[in-house]
């Protein structure tokens, strides 16, 4: 039986379950996804664009799902600890599938600010779920057709016209998972024109030795002249599964920025697809993987430049270890319209064994002659002559090999603008790199 | 045999299956300045690379100790702990990697194997400044990755200043002058003699007499075709300048 199946057959059986505890506005596309995700069906690996994982695999187990909203226990002490030193965030958690506050969340929230859930954001601002919710990513493939099918709740972020947001929204995904469990993540932001906004957002799992998935669906709009920024890390276990999609619509003028860190998972499809709904926008992705033993991480991008005088740039640098495999796919389409576009794509990669994989392609679909556009793509090993000259000066080998690792993803680091959270950034890639997990300083997460 | 610091006996070396180092003999004792001569690709560099433990050479014959340690037996950085430095011919570019976080972790490392407590910020810090004005290295450099955009001099430069913080008995310096102009020869080679005490000793690898005018070698040996085929005083460094290598080369080509 294709693993989709099984999903559908619960939603038939419990649809009324699933819709009592959710908003009429989550409610509302569920008949239309189901409608879709009947001839649908997951891909498998070596399908198009999936050289290293399955999705189909992945939703395979027979995976718990929550539906009845009961409250999943976790230790919310811990997730106190996760934050990055020197920066107060705005914090909110999601354990499992459901979005809990931090206490201080209300009492802090700025003026213009929405951070909340998605149920309660259906009571507060109705007219902007109707307006936005499932827009971007409706119909867009299976996972996110089965996200809009399942999903009952989940983030929403809203900043007003023209506000701008010192403190970063800080979103904790957990999972405690005491049996195997499948959580539908949805988040939904919408920065309205001129709003100045960034997120950071890590994934952990704190029972280790249970399988879980998390399918993500995170849809973005970033209004006219507004900016946003999206950190995302992801720090879960071996036995953790993520498909997580982030669907950006940037209006003209507009910024977004995304930096994907993948430092410890089982396995891992990010899926980032970005579309440009007006002239003179900048995006920009960037990514880092550190892959160990037989973990799976794999990154594709879709850029859509369909409007005059944007820019986008995408570094993806992986470092695979062991039997670990890695996938980066990068797509920039150039529109026709889409004149004096610069568009740029770089993929660098270090095995660090010899059973180690990586599958990258770029892939650029230019219909416009007055672009600049470029790619590039390495796979390679660290460099032999750097590192003799390192261990001549009495380096170890492990701790110079460790310090070329570091220096290899410092590009990547380096473009965080949150001064904390690069440095943050940088101690967290060393410890995973000595072999550590990669675990917040005194997180007991 | 106590006091010897450098010995080499019948050392043989290559790359793949091609043999470079023929059988080298080479004795160096406390105090001493070595100068190595000899025509391009004769095996100047692959000697001192092989010493180094540089693992793209295969050792196949041979040995080599340092104050009685074999150092074939040593890893790299090893060999580096127990006294052994060498300044490369082309030092490496190592970007994202800061000079100071290479120069931190090669002392501490050190310290580490002489069972040491790593040096503190402020030690580290005051040990980096004197050590630089030995040979006037740029302040600006400390704070770039290592050697990338340097030049070609301030490269060089750069490997003289790794020594001095390191304080090896033995130091390979490989083409140290080339790529230095008039003044930074003279600053470098400078910097090398006040580094110098009678129980360290010294090797410099080069084509000019130029160097040897201020580090003044006690012997000059000649290395052509993976052998040292002749050895003498600092007087056959101002012979070879004048009369090239042809000679030498005439005498062992026709005995081979
Ligand atoms: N990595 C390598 N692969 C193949 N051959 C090599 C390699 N390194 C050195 N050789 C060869 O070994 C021989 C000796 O080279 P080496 O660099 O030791 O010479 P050298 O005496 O230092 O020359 P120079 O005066 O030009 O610096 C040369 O024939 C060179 O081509
Ligand atoms: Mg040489």
Redesign the pocket.
């Known amino acids: 039986m294709d693993s989709l199946t099984q999903y559908i057959r619960l939603y038939d059986e419990h649809a009324a379950t699933i819709c009592a505890h959710a908003p009429e506005a989550l409610n509302r596309l569920r008949p239309h996804a189901l409608a879709r995700l009947a001839a649908a069906r997951f891909p498998r690996k070596g399908d198009k664009s999936y050289p290293a994982i399955s999705i189909d695999e992945m939703f395979a187990p027979d995976f718990g799902v929550n539906i009845n909203r009961m409250a999943m226990p976790v230790d919310m002490t811990a997730t106190m600890h996760c934050g990055v030193p020197n920066i107060s965030t705005l914090l909110g958690v999601v354990v499992g599938d459901t979005f809990r506050p931090s206490a201080s969340l209300e009492r802090n929230m700025p003026e213009g600010v929405t951070f909340c859930s998605l149920a309660r954001a259906a009571e507060t601002h109705p007219e902007i779920i109707e307006k936005y919710y499932g827009r971007l990513a409706s119909g867009r493939n299976a996972a996110a057709d089965l996200n809009t099918l399942l999903a009952q709740d989940g983030v929403f972020i809203h900043i007003a016209a023209g506000t701008a947001v010192d403190r970063p929204l800080q979103l904790i995904n957990i999972f405690n998972p005491t049996a195997p469990v499948m959580a539908t993540r949805r988040v939904l932001v919408v920065m309205e024109q001129g709003a100045d906004a960034r997120a950071l957002v890590c994934d952990h799992t704190q029972e280790r030795n249970v399988p879980c998935l998390s399918n993500q669906v995170i849809e973005i709009f970033v209004g006219e002249n507004a900016r946003f920024d999206w950190y995302d890390l992801e720090e879960s276990s071996d036995d953790t599964a993520r498909v997580s999609q982030l669907f950006v619509d940037q209006q003209a003028h507009s910024r977004f920025s995304l930096n994907g860190t993948t430092l410890m998972a089982g396995r891992t499809r990010n899926n980032y697809f970005i579309d440009h709904s007006g002239p003179s926008c900048s995006t920009r992705l960037t990514g880092m993987a550190i892959g160990m033993a037989d973990q799976v991480v794999d990154n594709f991008t879709c850029v859509g430049h369909h409007f005059p005088e944007s820019t986008s740039e995408q570094i993806f640098k992986y470092i695979l270890d062991d039997q670990s495999q890695g996938s980066f796919y990068g797509t920039v389409i150039v529109d026709e319209a889409a004149r004096f576009t610069d568009a740029r794509q770089t993929n660098r990669n270090i095995l660090a064994s010899a059973d180690a994989r990586m599958y990258t392609r770029p892939r650029l679909e230019i219909n416009c002659d007055e672009v600049k556009c470029s790619h590039g793509a390495t796979v390679g090993q660290l460099d032999a002559n750097a590192l003799f000259y390192m261990r001549s000066r009495g380096i170890p080998e492990a701790e110079a090999k460790m310090m070329l690792m570091q220096a290899f993803m410092s590009d990547v680091i380096d473009t965080v603008e949150i001064d904390a959270l690069r440095t943050r950034l940088h101690q967290l890639v060393e410890r995973r790199l000595s072999g550590e997990a990669a675990r917040c300083a005194d997180c007991k997460i | 045999m106590e006091d010897i610091l450098l010995n080499v006996r019948g050392l043989r070396a290559g790359?793949d299956d091609?043999e470079?180092l023929r059988g080298i003999d080479l004795t160096v004792r406390p105090g001493e300045v070595h100068a190595i001569m000899?025509p391009?690709?004769?095996?100047?560099?692959?000697?001192s690379g092989v010493l180094a433990g540089d693992p793209?050479f295969t050792v196949t014959g041979g040995e080599a100790t340092l104050s009685g340690v074999n150092l074939l037996d040593l890893s790299p950085e090893d060999r580096s702990h127990e006294g052994l430095f060498l300044s490369f011919?082309y030092p490496v570019e190592i970007p994202g990697v800061s000079m100071v976080n290479f120069m931190r972790a090669a002392v501490n490392a050190k310290r580490k194997y002489l069972h040491q407590d790593p040096l503190s910020a402020s030690e580290f810090l005051k040990m980096m400044r004197q050590k630089r004005a030995i040979v006037e290295l740029d302040n600006k450099l400390a704070s770039r990755s290592v050697n990338e955009g340097f030049s070609g001099g301030e490269k060089k430069r750069n490997e003289i200043f790794q020594m001095a913080v390191l304080e090896p008995k033995l130091a390979i310096l490989d083409?140290t002058d080339s790529g230095l102009d008039i003044d930074a020869l003279r600053i470098v080679a400078g910097g090398v003699n006040k580094l110098k005490t009678e129980r360290n000793a010294t090797i410099v690898i080069t084509?000019y007499q130029r160097l040897l005018d201020y580090i003044r070698p006690d012997f000059v040996h000649i290395?052509y075709k993976g052998r040292i085929v002749h050895s003498g005083g600092p007087e056959l460094a101002l012979e070879l300048e004048e009369r090239g290598y042809d000679w030498i080369k005439d005498t062992v080509d026709s005995k081979d």
Do not use: A, F, M, V
């Open positions: 790359i091609k470079i000899g391009n690709g004769s095996g100047k560099s692959t000697l793209r011919q083409e084509h290395l």
